[in-house]
């Protein structure tokens, strides 16, 4: 079955769902967004497009008819209205969201919806909360999951050590919200930048840290099986203290808008990224106590002749995987679903899952 898709957000990531689905043969899509300029750059692709003010609830959901789904690439904050115009257009919904709110909001949609709602799909929350959600169930009692993921520059030139590689309002809400967690079995909120570590992969150093947003409904569906579940960001060392300094000493934790217009003025973006998931899980397998690791390591590559970055293309992989599951049937067509509902192997084996393959250094290892 042949789905028409309609992607929401005519961004970085937008272009990137739109190039993967043009190249399918699973597909047809069209790209909705009210700039016209960045709307002309897909033109130029040769993907059709709309003109859409996602503000404009009723325009958006007359505009949203006849599609079967909706995926949303467009800021957090027009997430619900976005949502709720696919629900009005009867089209199935899906979104990249990490923000908690958003998210609550597209539930809540779902409970009333004759459609399915899947938000948080892409890469954390998304593929992460997918990869985690199996590793945890290869053992029969399940003690501490912790998922850690970094987008970062190959190359990185300022004190810092980072490159703008996707929304800069949702870097933003990762460093400034709670975090969901399991802590000694209760589910909880804890302090974004705390639980700092050390990590070394390939010969390279990363610290980590907690940040918002990036495990979904995961700790709800662990919850009262684990006693320990967490989400950290991968960055290179230095990064967290250079980000106390402006959010805590400088107060920009309250002016989020300033530190947005910081940000993308001084943080030049790149294609030239690397995207790594480091899954650990600890628990019990056979009475035995045994712990286990997902790795995941992605680079930019070329798609319909044309470089991609490392986020792009994970993030897109991310939501068109479980779209493509939706569309075979695999996954439930009604209500709200979670990237846990989601088989890991099911995922790798569509079209747009196989984009994580290249990336799978657990597999390597084995293999070596």
């Not at 998304?126 to 003690?143: H, Q, S």
């Not at 700092?196 to 840290?209: K, Q």
């Not at 899980?281 to 044309?306: F, H, P, T």
Request: with cysteine; hydrophobic share 40%.
């Amino acid at each position: 079955m042949r789905w028409n898709i309609c992607v929401v957000g005519a961004g970085k990531i937008g272009q990137m769902i739109a190039t993967l689905l043009k190249t399918s043969p699973n597909y047809t899509v069209t790209v909705a967004d009210h700039d016209l300029a960045a709307l002309s750059v897909l033109n130029k692709m040769g993907v059709p497009t709309k003109q859409i003010d996602a503000k404009d609830e009723a325009g958006l959901a007359e505009g949203l008819k006849g599609f079967d789904a909706v995926i949303s690439a467009a800021p957090f904050f027009l997430t619900p209205a976005i949502a709720k115009a696919a629900q009005a257009a009867g089209a199935h919904y899906f979104d990249l969201t990490e923000d908690v709110a958003a998210t609550n909001a597209v539930r809540a949609l779902a409970e009333k919806g004759k459609t399915a709602f899947m938000p948080q799909c892409g890469l954390a929350p998304g593929f992460v909360g997918i990869a985690g959600a199996a590793l945890a169930a290869e053992f029969d009692e399940i003690d501490s999951l912790h998922m850690r993921v970094g987008a970062l520059p190959l190359y990185p030139t300022n004190a810092l050590k980072y490159n703008l590689t996707w929304s800069t309002d949702g870097l933003i809400n990762e460093y400034c919200n709670p975090c969901d967690a399991i802590v000694n079995g209760e589910l909880v909120k804890t302090a974004p930048l705390e639980d700092y570590e050390i990590l070394g992969h390939d010969g390279v150093e990363y610290e980590c840290f907690n940040t918002s947003g990036g495990l979904g409904t995961l700790p709800e569906t662990l919850e009262g099986k684990a006693r320990a579940v967490s989400y950290r960001s991968i960055r290179y060392p230095g990064h967290r203290d250079i980000l106390r300094l402006l959010l805590n000493d400088l107060g920009l934790e309250r002016r989020r808008d300033l530190l947005k217009d910081i940000f993308e003025t001084a943080l030049p973006r790149t294609d030239q990224d690397v995207v790594l998931v480091y899954c650990t899980a600890k628990g019990r397998i056979g009475g035995q106590l045994r712990e286990k690791s997902l790795i995941n390591k992605s680079y930019s590559r070329v798609i319909d002749g044309q470089t991609w970055s490392a986020i792009q293309v994970t993030t897109a992989a991310g939501v068109l995987g479980v779209v493509d599951l939706m569309r075979t049937g695999t996954l439930p067509s009604k209500g709200f679903i979670r990237q846990e509902q989601v088989q890991f192997a099911d995922f790798l084996e569509t079209e747009f899952g196989r984009l994580y393959r290249a990336g799978d250094v657990t597999k390597q290892s084995k293999a070596a």
